[in-house]
């Protein structure tokens, strides 16, 4: 039973334009939302997280949006840089009873932008 | 400043031999994970430790034992490798339960199980 679900496996935008990624959850209790990147052969870093209070969290180039009563997430990217090209995993948490002691992963997309 | 360091980076095995994967962290986390990471199925959960002397399962436990005898270190063992265990294994730590629970990663351990 997959609890949080990335539909995508890929994704390809041109430099400078937007990228969408989506991220969909089954788990209500769950109240912290992150994304984390991923390049080849690197372990994965912390991008950007919201709370289930908020349902917008902006930092630069990246936006996340939170639409709890659809349980979906989406990371917008604007504008999209090569650099950016990567696998994004989305990834949550809930809030007690042991569950807020996990994150759960999604499957990731992988995205690339291409110059 | 190190971070998480995982040793060793790359490592081969036959079927039924064991070895331990370490995991080590500087920034006095009180949290420690193992996670392996597959083609198509993302990160999942192989154990967890929440402080010293304390281990949990995750979603994948089966096959592995882990120990977290010191704060700053948290090792994962295979006694009898499979080769549905070669993957490429994260370790992760963070300070507490609390706030947005932003895991740190190590860079990971490809292991192939011949």
């Known amino acids: 039973d997959q609890q949080v679900k990335q539909n995508s496996p890929s994704l390809s935008v041109q430099e400078g334009r937007i990228s969408i990624l989506n991220c969909d959850y089954t788990?209500?209790?769950?109240?912290?939302f992150l994304w984390y990147k991923k390049y080849p052969a690197e372990g994965p870093t912390f991008l950007i997280s919201?709370?289930?209070?908020?349902d917008k969290n902006e930092d630069g180039r990246f936006t996340v949006f939170l639409n709890k009563s659809a349980k979906h997430l989406s990371l917008h990217i604007v504008p999209s840089q090569p650099g950016d090209s990567a696998v994004y995993f989305c990834a949550a948490s809930g809030k007690g009873g042991g569950s807020n002691y996990k994150l759960t992963f999604g499957k990731g997309t992988l995205l690339t932008v291409n110059p | 400043n190190a971070g998480v360091t995982q040793t060793p980076k790359f490592r081969v095995l036959k079927t039924g031999q064991s070895m331990t994967l370490l995991c080590a962290q500087d920034m006095n986390h009180e949290y420690m994970y193992w996670y392996r990471q597959d083609p198509g199925m993302g990160l999942r959960l192989i154990h967890y430790?929440?402080?010293?002397?304390?281990?949990a399962k995750g979603e994948v436990p089966d096959g592995y034992n882990v120990s977290r005898l010191k704060k700053q270190n948290f090792l994962l063992g295979l006694e009898s490798a499979a080769p549905s265990q070669t993957s490429v294994y994260f370790c992760?730590?963070?300070?507490?339960?609390?706030?947005?629970?932003?895991?740190?990663f190590g860079a990971g351990s490809r292991l192939t199980v011949l």
């Open positions: 788990n209500s209790m769950f109240d912290y």
């Open positions: 430790s929440v402080g010293e002397g304390t281990t």
């Open positions: 919201i709370s289930s209070i908020k």
């Open positions: 992760a730590s963070r300070m507490d339960g609390s706030g947005a629970n932003v895991l740190t």
